[in-house]
């Protein structure tokens, strides 16, 4: 069973940056896509961004450009990093495959923007 996690979050003000880490159990997990999602009080948990085992990026609009995921196989690690943070970036965030695996959810990491 895959164990994921997460770290790196934090206190930002607004315009900063975090670097999220994701470290992951198994190294057959890198046979997948890996996601970061995020979810805020009250809302649906969403992708926001992904990476294939390949290296191909896709992202959500409302972090692209400003949001870059990459992984490092050798650590078993996927990052995020995120600079130019908006107050709307508060959240939750967490780490999985493309698609889910619903029982390695880990407990995420919070980021906290402030204007």
């Known amino acids: 069973q895959v164990q994921l996690v997460e770290s790196g979050g934090g206190l930002v003000q607004a315009g900063g940056s975090l670097r999220l880490s994701c470290a992951a159990s198994?190294?057959?997990?890198?046979?997948?896509?890996m996601g970061w999602y995020r979810q805020s009080p009250g809302k649906q948990r969403e992708l926001v961004a992904r990476i294939t085992p390949g290296g191909s990026t896709n992202y959500a609009d409302s972090v692209k450009g400003r949001f870059t995921i990459s992984r490092d196989n050798a650590k078993n690690t996927v990052y995020l990093q995120m600079n130019s943070l908006k107050f709307e970036d508060t959240a939750v965030y967490y780490c999985n495959s493309d698609p889910v695996i619903p029982s390695s959810w880990g407990r995420g990491t919070q980021v906290t923007v402030s204007s």
């Open positions: 198994g190294n057959i997990f890198r046979i997948f896509a």
